[in-house]
C-alpha cells in the first residue's frame, strides 16, 4: 500500500469553480507539502505545511494530523492552474515520498 | 543564478554507454536531492545529500547509479551501462537544512 493516497486522479472543472484536492497518508510526518507540476515539467514548491492552515493567493493548503488527512483548495480556478498537483511526505527524513498526482483541467 | 539549474537539458544515449547529469543548487543550501519521473509516472526518491553528512542512497535504483557532490555545491549523478528503462526526467532539488525544496528543470534522458 502507497503511504500517500491521492483523489481523485483526475480533475476537470470550468473556469470560476472551486476545486479541492485531497491526499491521504498512513505514516508519522514530519511535514506535508504541495507541488505544482506544469505540462512543461517544471516543479514548483506550492506550500509545505506540518499543521493547521496556508493561504498564498487563491490557493489553501489545510492539514489534519490527526486524521492524517491534507487539502488542497483552489478557489475562482483558471485554465492557468491546469497542472498536476503532488502531494508529497517528509517521513522520518528530509526526503520526499510522493503521491501519484492529480491531473487537473480547467476549461474556460 | 537565482534558481537550481541542470545540465545538460537532454540527453540521448545509447545503451551501455554512461552519462554523466549535473546540478547546480541554490548559493547556501544544505541539502540536494535526486529524483526521477519515468513517463507517465509519479516522482520517485534517488539520493540525498545534506551537509557534510553522509549521502542516503536508498532510493538508488541499482548500483549501476552513483552521485557526488563536490564542495558541498554541485552534483553529479552518474548513470553507468545505461538501459532503456533508464530513460525518465532527472530532477535535482535544493534546500536549506530540509525546509522547502527548489527543484530544477529537469534533465530528460532517452536511452536507445
Known amino acids: 500500500k502507497n503511504e500517500v493516497e491521492q483523489s481523485p486522479q483526475n480533475l476537470t472543472a470550468q473556469e470560476g469553480e472551486f476545486i479541492t484536492i485531497n491526499c491521504s497518508y498512513s505514516v508519522g510526518i514530519s511535514a506535508l507539502h504541495w507541488l505544482q507540476q506544469h505540462p512543461g515539467g517544471g516543479i514548483v514548491s506550492l506550500f509545505m505545511l506540518s499543521s493547521g492552515k496556508k493561504k498564498h493567493g487563491r490557493l489553501i493548503a489545510t492539514i489534519n494530523i490527526q486524521e492524517k488527512h491534507s487539502s488542497l483548495h483552489i478557489t475562482a480556478s483558471h485554465p492557468r492552474d491546469s497542472a498536476v498537483y503532488i502531494c508529497?511526505?517528509?517521513?522520518?527524513?528530509?526526503?520526499?515520498?510522493f503521491g501519484t498526482g492529480t491531473r487537473l483541467q480547467v476549461f474556460p | 543564478g537565482a534558481g537550481v539549474s541542470q545540465s545538460p537539458s537532454n540527453k540521448v544515449t545509447e545503451k551501455g554507454k554512461d552519462v554523466e547529469l549535473r546540478c547546480d543548487p541554490i548559493?547556501?543550501?544544505?541539502?540536494l536531492y535526486w529524483y526521477r519521473q519515468s513517463l507517465g509516472q509519479g516522482l520517485e526518491f534517488l539520493i540525498y545529500f545534506q551537509g557534510n553528512s553522509a549521502p542516503d542512497k536508498s532510493g538508488l535504483p541499482s548500483d549501476r547509479f552513483s552521485a557526488e557532490r563536490t564542495g558541498g555545491s554541485v552534483s553529479t549523478l552518474t548513470i553507468q551501462r545505461t538501459q532503456q528503462e533508464d530513460s525518465a526526467v532527472y530532477l535535482c532539488?535544493?534546500?536549506?537544512?530540509?525546509?522547502?525544496?527548489?527543484f530544477g528543470p529537469g534533465t530528460r534522458l532517452t536511452v536507445l
Open positions: 548559493s547556501g543550501h544544505t541539502a
Open positions: 508529497a511526505l517528509n517521513y522520518n527524513t528530509d526526503k520526499l515520498i
Open positions: 532539488a535544493s534546500a536549506y537544512r530540509g525546509l522547502e525544496q527548489f
